[in-house]
Nanobody, 115 residues
Framework: QVQLVESGGGLVQAGGSLRLSCAASGSDTSAAVMEWYRQAPGSQRELVAS???????NYAGSVKGRFTISRDNAKNTVYLQMNSLKPEDTAVYYC?????????WGQGTQVTVSS
């Protein structure tokens, strides 16, 4: 059973940057697809970025060119670097680890971007 703990959220002005971290324990995530999702009030949870074990990345169109997902397998941690933040990026951001037969979610971290 993997435990995921996100950190790094907060309040930032539009145009600013934040780096989210997701630290895993209980399982080695080096073979997992690591994903960042977000959920704004009144909206469905959406996939923001994903990173496979071989290094392939995928981004939602709304964040492409601004967000970067990366991982440090030695630390069992995945990151989301968010630059040029916009008020519409305001949401709770969740980390997910996904294998073929199981997955795990973190508890989320709030990101608020003021205009």
């Amino acid at each position: 059973q993997v435990q995921l703990v996100e950190s790094g959220g907060g309040l930032v002005q539009a145009g600013g940057s934040l780096r989210l971290s997701c630290a895993a324990s209980g399982s080695d995530t080096s073979a997992a697809v690591m994903e960042w999702y977000r959920q704004a009030p009144g909206s469905q949870r959406e996939l923001v970025a994903s990173l496979t074990s071989t290094g392939s990345t995928n981004y939602a169109g709304s964040v492409k060119g601004r967000f970067t997902i990366s991982r440090d397998n030695a630390k069992n941690t995945v990151y989301l670097q968010m630059n040029s933040l916009k008020p519409e990026d305001t949401a709770v951001y969740y980390c997910r680890a996904r294998w073929l037969a199981r997955n795990g979610w973190g508890q989320g971290t709030q990101v608020t971007v003021s205009s």
